[in-house]
């Protein structure tokens, strides 16, 4: 509380949340905010139920630190400052609402299940308090519910999403939101805290700057890893450095193919509301009787790049040295793990979210049911990659290869793990043992 020792405790004042909007501009809730009240003063929260699962220097603490000191450096220009806390939501909140006369309390919307929980809880205080909790739709498009079939139920195959999401897209206005009112910040002075003094300590992993250059050519070049051939949006879209509606105004004519991953990554966003058991359960049921074979040694091989398939192992090592991997690479190395190796998918899901700067539960849960043959309109579980036809395929020249593994082609690089035709054949008479 010491941060904002400044603000006067007599004056009336209104907060807008920051969660994973960090951005001024394009910003749903700030827009509404900002357009509605005149003492507006924006506040991030460190969570521990969150923060605490993760190393003291995680890439992801640091960006979203730098971030926010971006947006203090842009509140000085309106004589405003952010209030950086840490602590458990509920609890700042009561003693937020203790000390200070609060107004409101604005923010954008969080779908996953512990947001949806936490935010619950949270508007049941502000409620006793007097306090109203206003939470604006921000991160999406369309809002789960919005995307409905005909019986009015929500869609678990990809296909008739998209078109009922592309034919809706058509019908609202969707541009991006403007902040006529910027000085509409409360105006006042506050010391931000350290990054040690939260806890924390400076990565060497960087995220990378995102680029939309090269979209018109995003179909025919986002399968070739060496390329360096995509956005690099993944965290971005995540902390919401950028709005979808921007992203979106600015990209829709120039690649259907683009378009399409955007769709997606809404697509899990909807069935991870609709169905919060995907979280830890195979969204089809039938799949339960996998006998996973859950071998440690050999996920330690996968997890460290050693398991003498080399798309595999470039894919993890970017992996392990980035927090990015690229996304053919990642449909690859996900379905090695469960099919090849017969490793439980919670067990790569769990792994992607300690490394991936992209990290995202809906997209992560989704993508590794669909990989392992469980999830809604996933691959068959018939369907196993080849490692070697892939990389004949996508990386025929093994420049992505020879950049992640150096020892490839040496005396010094593992021979396979498991032989490809025997994998495949065990994976398929696991899985059809598993559901008939």
Sequence with gaps: MEYFKQLDVKTEVSFFWLRRDL??????????????????????????????????????????????????????????????????????????????????????????????????????????????????????????????????????????????????????DFKPYSNPQLSNFHKFNAELPSLKSLGFSTSLIKVKDYKLMNINNYHSKRDYPALNATTNLGPHLRFGTIGIRKLISETKNQSPTFLNELIWREFFIHILVHFPNVVSDNFRRKYDNIQWRNNEQEFEAWCNGKTGYPLVDAGMRELNTTGYMHNRVRMITAGFLCKHLLIDWRWGEAYFAKKLLDYELASNNGNWQWAAGTGCDAAPYFRIFNPITQQQKFDKNFDYIKRWVPEFGTPDYPPEIVEHKFARERALSMYKKAIL
């Design 23 to 172: 951005r001024i501009d394009d910003n749903a809730g700030l827009h509404h905010a900002l357009k509605e009240d005149k003492t507006i003063i924006l506040v991030f929260i460190f969570d521990p139920n969150i923060t605490d699962e993760l190393p003291a220097n995680d890439a992801r603490i640091t960006f979203i630190y730098e971030r926010l000191l971006d947006l203090n450096q842009q509140l000085k220009e309106f004589q405003s400052a952010l209030l950086i806390l840490q602590g458990d939501p509920l609890e700042v909140w009561k003693l937020l609402s203790e000390t200070y006369k609060i107004k409101k309390v604005y923010c954008n919307k969080d779908y996953e299940p512990y947001a949806l929980k936490r935010d619950q809880q949270i508007k049941h205080l502000l409620i006793d308090k007097g306090i109203e909790l206003t939470c604006f739709q921000d991160h999406l498009i369309f809002e789960p519910g919005e995307i409905l079939s005909q019986n009015n139920e929500p869609y678990t195959v990809y296909t008739p999403f998209k078109n009922k999401w592309l034919s809706n897209l058509n019908s609202i």
